[in-house]
């Protein structure tokens, strides 16, 4: 379809960083008025005051000159590091916040995941929150009864359905959320980053319908750190860093550019706290430490060289039976490996309030190129999530081993095939 859905304009959303202002009351503005003339009489004595205070610069550009149109029935996917402006640009087409320059359009009735759960009551039943909360998002009675039976079907909570969600685990909590959610009929779709809660069942369930949507012919914009998830529903992907849009196109191409400057991380990175997708304020990666490079610039290693790094976490909060993780994915989102702690019978963890350091050492199967290290951790039986980093380190692999003899350039695939080959010949028995 050729009708504009979507249209941004020169848009940008300036936020005033710093302490907040101090509120005036109604006192403040009597003695304002009481003063006055005494202002204005220093003045007049020492002109040199007037206009003495410094404006305040304390400002930043989450978004900039931001400018593009989405047809209907287009599915975008926006991606760029924590801080791009992504869910900024959300916000202003939910109408949560006012841009501070520019315009932005939208035509069709418009449905959000921004925050899953934001409107349940605690004190409520499930059922009552899918009224309460259905409500909130832009349903009407009539929507809601007719999609009741499917919404607690997703959401897996039968049982449970006339209990108050305050005595619901948390994965029961947010699948009943994200299944009000996801069941609006709107003309257009805004979805920030909610395939990254729940377990991974709970993941793909949610991945598959949002694939749904996109077959009806809704327009989608998808912001989301899933690379893959972007690379298999989106037909068009949008870049944004630093608030400005530095790439669109298709999937492929866009996340390739998202990668392609070839950066690698320091040895030594700090991981701050929003850039963990879920998580921190149970347990919190403070720092990744890559070890052993040599001379080596950055994050960097050779191939058939072991990977080994260092995890610094604070354990905010008690946790029992947690299981730590580590994944690599390749520059254009595919998942290549993940292992966890505990994949060879070590037992689980139980940690309490503290500052630990965890050692990994990974056999490196990978060719050369660059990657990324994503990192995750979750508690007990019920896999429920602890945090997840989708971003904490960029490396490479060098396609030269350490000695500089041999190379692998000319080799394909994600990882390396190590191998035993002989030849024999059938006139004379001969091995080599």
């Not at 940008?12 to 009351?25: D, F, N, T, W």
């Not at 790439?247 to 700090?270: I, M, N, R, S």
């Not at 050692?359 to 995750?376: A, D, M, Q």
């Given at each position: ?36 003339p ?45 801080g ?21 359009e ?36 009539a ?5 009741f039976?499917e ?23 947010v ?40 077959k ?20 068009r ?12 196109g ?17 040895v ?33 290693v050779?191939?058939?060289?072991p ?18 993780g ?24 139980s940690l ?20 990324r ?5 979750h ?7 602890i ?15 350490q000695?500089n ?23 004379d028995?001969?091995?080599?």
């Amino acid at each position: 379809m050729s009708e504009v859905a979507i249209r941004c304009e020169g848009l940008g959303k300036r936020y005033r960083i710093g302490p907040r202002e101090r509120y005036h009351a109604l006192r403040d503005t009597l003695a304002g008025a009481m003063y006055a003339p005494f202002r204005g009489l220093s003045r007049l004595v020492n002109p040199r005051s007037a206009g003495n205070h410094p404006q305040s610069n304390n400002t930043i550009w989450a978004l900039k000159d931001v400018s593009f149109e989405i047809k209907q029935g287009e599915v975008v996917g926006i991606i760029g590091r924590n801080g791009a402006g992504k869910s900024t640009l959300l916000k202003i087409l939910s109408r949560i916040t006012e841009p501070t320059e520019g315009t932005a359009e939208i035509h069709g009735r418009v449905g959000s995941l921004l925050e899953v759960g934001t409107g349940f009551h605690s004190e409520l039943t499930g059922r009552e929150n899918i009224y309460l909360n259905g409500a909130i998002l832009g349903m009407r009675k009539a929507e809601i009864g007719r999609n009741f039976d499917e919404i607690v079907a997703f959401a897996e909570v039968e049982q449970f359905i006339d209990t108050p969600v305050k005595h619901y685990s948390s994965g029961m909590y947010v699948r009943l959320a994200f299944a009000v959610a996801a069941h609006l009929e709107p003309d257009v779709f805004l979805v920030d980053e909610v395939l990254a809660v729940g377990d991974l069942a709970f993941q793909k369930k949610c991945l598959g319908k949002m694939s749904d949507v996109a077959k009806e012919g809704r327009t989608v914009l998808f912001v989301s750190h899933n690379l893959s998830a972007v690379k298999s529903l989106c037909q068009r992907t949008i870049l944004l860093h630093g608030g400005k849009r530095i790439a669109d196109g298709a999937p492929g191409e866009v996340v390739l550019h998202y990668f392609g400057a070839g950066e690698v991380d320091t040895v030594d990175k700090e991981i701050p706290e929003e850039a963990h997708a879920t998580g921190a304020s149970k347990v919190r990666v403070r720092r990744v430490t890559f070890v052993g490079n040599g001379d080596l610039a950055g994050f960097t290693v050779f191939w058939k060289k072991p990977i080994s790094i260092v995890l610094e976490i604070e354990v905010r909060q008690a946790i029992k039976n947690a299981v730590f993780g580590v994944g690599i994915v390749s520059v254009d989102g595919t998942p290549v490996l993940t292992v966890h702690h505990n994949d060879m019978g070590t037992p689980m963890w139980s940690l309490s309030q503290g500052v630990y350091k965890i050692h990994i050492k990974l056999e490196n199967p990978l060719r050369s190129g660059f990657y990324r290290l994503v990192l995750g951790a979750h508690e007990g039986l019920a896999r429920t999530s602890i945090f997840y980093v989708p971003e904490a380190a960029q490396f490479r692999v060098l396609e030269v081993s350490q000695d500089n003899e041999e190379y692998i350039h000319h080799n394909t695939g994600l990882i390396n095939g190590f191998s035993s080959w002989e030849i024999q010949s059938e006139s004379d028995g001969d091995r080599r």
